[in-house]
Structure formats: structure tokens, C-alpha cells
């Protein structure tokens, strides 16, 4: 048994540190006295070791609000962004999730109920939209700070079984899109231990759906980097996991197995999985569905990854136009820059000049309002694209708009560099 008594108490005041395996309980009891989640570093305590998908001692919530603070604070921004994305991660499958899981933390006095489940559901989908909108530049320090203010809190509150298992969903989803929002800014480490923390968080909700939907993210963030057999590992397991997929979330899983493929070189797998997800999307009902809603214009994006993947410029550029007459409302202004950029690029590739140009103008008349690293990386690149071709009016009057913007050769304004192609859809 574990005691902690009033001599021990006087150590720790004058400086002596409790034993490791004593520190997790001395926040909890402080935390519960206080009434608000502490953290190890509240107190003084080093951070616990990390290990794949959490920090070891440190309960979910915990680990949320450290992680919170962490992502709001710009003066810690630059040591984060220096975090590398693993490419050697182990792939998490739902049932070693499952087996894993253990039920969310309890012993406030405080409850939670349905109404506070909601505010978090409102709130992710709210920074959802801000982040189509507006790019994650704006939007994630907002989550972040909601997440260590106020998701920590209530995920340590006592309430009903199932409150807390759907306030864990709604908790997973927030950490998902935070983690969207930190690849968008080029923070890839950071990202990932987002995701991991979601992934733990769909495991304490027993939510299958949710934690295969975080899987396909990841596999968005691994293709996009260009690590094509950890992508098809990471989209494989979210396809086959997924418990009976509608037609329009086959076709969501399907259509990133197909991207993964092509990263990888499989041109077989690539064309299987493609042909897959437009047969489920044909048979979809009309309508999308939050956090995944696979549209026909998703489905032309993510063919003209796949045709680019493969080494088709051209058709890669005729699926990206035929992706922009399909957008309507659904479609957010920060992919129709990104999107629009890549189009361009192969346009170029392509020996289009003129239509490059044409296609960067409609980007650039977008892009001022947006702030995503991505974003930047595409504009920023321009000058260097046309540079060859300065001789070609169009090309010249191109070069000068982009530099009246004041952007640097490799997108300065965020301060983040991502690699390679944005992913598509939440």
C-alpha cells in the first residue's frame, strides 16, 4: 500500500522530489482538492517518460492539458515544430486499443452531463469551420487553449457511464482536429502525439468508428510526407477495421488506401482501391457526413493524387479540373488554395504556362486571408517555378504579384515548411 503522510509532505516543501511512483497520486489529490486538473509540471515534477501513445503516469487528462498548454504557448511553438514525425510508428490496431483502454478518470466532485458533451461537439465543429475557412494558423491556438482550460476538466468529472464515454468521443474528435490543424501549420510531431492522444481517448470511448477515422487521418499525414508504406499500413488498418461501413465512408477509406498505394508505388493496389471507392460512392445516398463526408468532388482530388502518384501529369491535371467545376459549399477556401496551387504546379509540369498563371492568380486572390504553413509553402514556391519563363509576360506580371505579397521563397509567414501535397477531408 502506498502512504504519503505529513513527513513526506515536508520533504517534498523543502525540495526533495516524491518517489516516481508517488507524483501521479499527489497530483490527483491536489487536482481533486483544487477543483481544476493539474499537471506533473504544475507541480514541479519532471514529465513522466514517454511511451508510444502516452505519457507514462500521467492519466488522459492530464496528459490533454499538458499537451494543451504546450500547443497554445507561442513562446514554446518553436521547440515543438522541432519535433520529427516518426515513420517508424507502430501501426495501432482497435483490438489492442480495446484491450488497452482503460475507463476515463473519475473522483472530482463536480459532474459532467450531456449538455457538456455537446458544448464540446459544438465547439470542435466551430473550429472546424474556422479552420476551412480561415487555415489552422488561427484556429488551433483556440483549440488548444479550450482543450487545457476546459476538456481536461471534463474529462476528470464524475458523471454517468455513457456521459463520459460520449464525452470522450467528442474529446478524441477536438484532439483529431487539433492534430489536422498542427500538420496544416507543419508541426508534424506535434501532430502525431495529437493523434496518438485521440486514439487513446476513442479506445476509453469504445468508439471503433472514431478511432479508424483518426487511423485514415494519419495515413493523410504520412502520404502527404511521402512515407508510402507507413501510410498503407495506417490506411489499410483503418479500412478493415472500420465495423459496417456505409457506401460514403467506404468510399472515404478506400479513396486514401488509393493515395497510400500510389505514394508507394503500387500501381495495382493504387487502381483497386480508386475503382473501390468510386463504385461505393456511386451507391452513397445523397449528403455528407461530419467529420468524413466523401463527395464526388473528394473523389476527383483524390484522383488526381493517385494519376500524380503514378507519374500522370496530365491526367492528374484534367482530375483536378474536373474536382474544381464539382465544388460547391461543402468546400473549404483553404483546400481551394492548396488544391488550386498543386494544379497549377502540373499545369506548369505539364508545359501549360499560361494556364499555370491563370490558375495561381485565382489562388492568389484567395490566399491573404488564409494562414496555413501549407498554403505558404505553395505560394511561397512560385517565383522559383516561373523563374525559367520570366520572358513570358504572363509569368512576369505573376512573379510581381507574389513578390508585392512579401512571401519567401519557402513561405515565411507561418514559419512552418510542410512537404509535399495537402490531404483531403477531415
Known amino acids: 500500500m502506498l502512504r504519503y503522510d505529513q513527513p513526506s509532505v515536508s520533504n517534498w516543501l523543502s525540495g526533495t522530489l516524491p518517489r516516481k511512483i508517488a507524483r501521479p497520486f499527489v497530483v490527483e489529490a491536489l487536482s481533486r482538492r483544487l477543483g481544476r486538473a493539474l499537471t506533473h509540471t504544475d507541480l514541479g515534477f519532471p514529465p513522466p517518460a514517454a511511451h508510444p501513445n502516452a505519457q507514462a503516469g500521467m492519466s488522459t487528462a492530464e496528459e490533454l492539458v499538458e499537451l494543451g498548454r504546450s500547443d497554445m504557448n507561442p513562446s514554446r511553438r518553436g521547440v515543438l515544430s522541432a519535433g520529427v514525425f516518426s515513420a517508424a510508428m507502430a501501426v495501432p490496431g482497435w483490438s489492442e486499443a480495446a484491450e488497452r483502454a482503460t475507463a476515463v478518470s473519475t473522483g472530482r466532485a463536480s459532474r459532467v452531463g ?18 476551412d475557412e480561415f487555415g489552422g494558423g488561427y484556429a488551433r491556438p483556440l483549440s488548444a487553449a479550450f482543450i487545457a482550460n476546459h476538456l481536461g476538466d471534463h474529462l476528470r468529472a464524475d458523471g454517468p457511464d455513457h456521459v463520459r464515454r460520449a464525452m470522450a468521443r467528442e474529446a478524441a474528435f477536438l484532439c483529431y482536429l487539433t492534430g ?25 470511448a469504445g468508439d471503433r468508428d472514431v478511432h479508424c477515422h483518426i487511423l485514415r487521418g494519419m495515413s493523410v499525414q504520412a502520404a502527404d510526407l511521402g512515407h508510402g508504406p507507413l501510410a498503407v499500413r495506417l490506411a489499410d488498418a483503418a479500412a478493415e477495421a472500420a465495423p459496417g461501413t456505409a457506401p460514403r465512408m467506404r468510399a472515404f477509406y478506400a479513396g486514401q488506401q488509393a493515395h497510400a498505394f500510389a505514394v508507394a508505388g503500387e500501381r495495382t493496389g493504387a487502381l483497386r482501391a480508386l475503382r473501390e471507392a468510386e463504385t461505393a460512392l456511386d451507391r452513397a445516398e445523397s449528403g455528407t457526413a461530419t467529420f468524413g463526408g466523401y463527395a464526388p468532388s473528394t473523389l476527383a482530388y483524390t484522383t488526381a493524387q493517385v494519376r500524380h502518384g503514378l507519374g500522370d501529369t496530365a491526367g492528374s491535371v484534367a482530375s483536378f479540373r474536373l474536382h474544381f467545376r464539382l465544388r460547391d459549399e461543402g468546400d473549404s477556401r483553404g483546400s481551394a488554395v492548396r488544391f488550386g496551387a498543386l494544379m497549377a504546379e502540373r499545369q506548369l509540369a ?12 485565382r489562388v492568389l486572390d484567395d490566399y491573404p486571408g488564409i494562414r496555413s504553413g501549407r498554403a505558404d509553402e505553395r505560394v511561397g514556391g512560385i517565383r522559383g517555378l516561373i523563374r525559367p519563363y520570366l520572358g513570358n509576360g504572363r509569368a512576369r506580371g505573376l512573379d510581381e504579384r507574389v513578390r508585392g505579397l512579401g512571401v519567401g521563397g519557402r513561405g515565411t509567414r507561418g514559419g512552418a515548411v510542410v512537404s509535399r501535397a495537402a490531404g483531403s477531408g477531415l
Do not use: F, I, N, P
Open 114 to 131: 450531456m449538455a457538456e458533451v455537446q458544448v464540446v461537439k459544438d465547439m470542435t465543429e466551430r473550429l472546424s469551420g474556422m479552420y
Open 180 to 204: 489536422w490543424m498542427a500538420v496544416d501549420e507543419g508541426d508534424h510531431g506535434m501532430a502525431q502525439r495529437w493523434y496518438l492522444t485521440a486514439l487513446e481517448l476513442a479506445a476509453e
Open 350 to 361: 505539364a508545359g501549360h504556362l499560361d494556364a499555370a498563371c491563370a490558375t495561381w492568380h
